[in-house]
């Protein structure tokens, strides 16, 4: 029988992982696409690059340093995000950060991404989950500042 408790372990031992070794975290050399995300409340710094091509994300990476939150974020965005089209990446970015910030998120499968609900209870954590996310957006949509969590 799986408790609440173990499954909480399980998530940790994810975010954990996640975190002393990060997935596709390397410069991206043929990235037609990339961005700074920085927290200051955490201090959280990472830069996203991505390859698109025919609005699909063939590839994606980062950089940076920060929390071990911040970094398990970020490699999970990047398995969760590669090879799929633009529009379902921005869906699944929505859905994670209801899932972050509501109480009753819909019911929506975000996979590996679930190891993060824990951080719902920490709300000044939830912008080191979604610094990521918010600058794979920018860097997708080519804004070229900064992304603030703020
Ligand atoms: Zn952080």
Redesign the pocket.
Known sequence: MTGHSDLRDLYQEVIFDHNRQPRNFHVLDDANRSADGH?P????QLTVYARVEDDIIQDVSFVGH??A??TASASLMTEAVKGRPIAEAKQLFDHMHQMLTESHPEDTDLGKLEVLSGVREFPA?V??AT?AWHTLQNAITQATQTAQTE
């Open positions: 927290n409340l955490c201090g959280d920060g929390c939150i911040s954590r912008k080191c610094l």
